[in-house]
């Protein structure tokens, strides 16, 4: 049996300009939410904290609430948008 493909992490341009040095596409093992933040920081410590407070989340185009549980199939897109403030 092939390995599974891997999920897609996309940032947007600003967030990768200030936490990633600029990357803004990255390959995770697929499974839950909480395992690719925990993916993510191990590539750039501290990162999940500020994913986990500052950004909501895109499943395969779908706005979904952060249940860190959250399947993530092989192959779809995880996509981090900053969190919209209010005031």
Do not use: N, W
């Not at 990768?16 to 995770?28: A, D, I, L, P, Y």
């Not at 994913?51 to 981090?80: K, N, W």
Request: glycine share 12%.
């Amino acid at each position: 049996m092939p390995p599974a493909q891997p999920a897609r992490v996309v940032l947007t341009t600003g967030f990768s300009q200030r936490h990633t040095g600029g990357v803004k596409e990255f390959s995770v093992e697929p499974g839950t939410l909480r395992g690719v933040i925990k993916a993510m920081d191990a590539r750039f410590p501290g990162l999940g904290d500020i994913l986990e407070e500052e950004t909501t989340v895109a499943i395969d185009g779908e706005i979904h609430e952060v249940v860190y549980s959250q399947p993530i199939r092989p192959g779809c897109e995880v996509f981090f948008l900053p969190k919209i403030e209010s005031g």
